[in-house]
């Protein structure tokens, strides 16, 4: 990560990285918040809620990164400090509710369908600018920034395109200036394409595998 920071002339301590800590139980993740993540995402409601009532996250801000269903929002809102996956209008209202009856604001990033993907979470690129205008009028909720998950490719190399329309996107969004919201992060790149991220601009980065080892998927938690 910080090779990439320095290649591109940024600061490697601008770029957070978020453990992805799907299917490792709540030991592991603590190892790796010992060992200096700035953040641990989870992808399943039920799996977060397990571990982190055995205090898995204890030390570092949590990410929900996973699929957003709306009959599981109430449940995260104000447990998790940052909603990466958010892609609708009624998502961001059904956030914004919850979050008020908590008395709290909850932080959120929106998810941008880049490769546009038919069936996959995020926003096609250009519905994203009325998105961002009705959430910055829902209390309860705020917006911090941009999350995309790029179609998957052989060679990383093939991702930067995504990547780079990605901060592209970024950029414009920061520039509009919508009333409420601070387009703060840019999260994009996983285990394989996080350097490529990185050189095109990202400042949050989701690994899993590189941290954890690959995960054992006969193995469930929560
Ligand atoms: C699992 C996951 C990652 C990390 O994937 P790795 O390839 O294991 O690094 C990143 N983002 C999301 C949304 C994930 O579900």
Redesign the pocket.
Known sequence: MAEAALQSGRDPKEIRLVA?A?MNDAAAVQDAIAAGVDAV?E?RVQELLTKHGQGAYVGVPLHF??HLQTNKIRQIVGVCDLIESVDSLRQIEMIGKRAAALEIVQDILVEVNIGREPGKAGVFAEALDELLGKAGETPGVRVKGLMA?PPYVENPADSRPYFDAMYQLFVDMTEKKYDNISMHFLSMG???SFAEAIKAGANMV?????IFGARRYHREIG
């Open positions: 992805a799907k995402g992808n990164i996973g998950i996983m285990s394989d989701r690994i899993g595998t590189a």
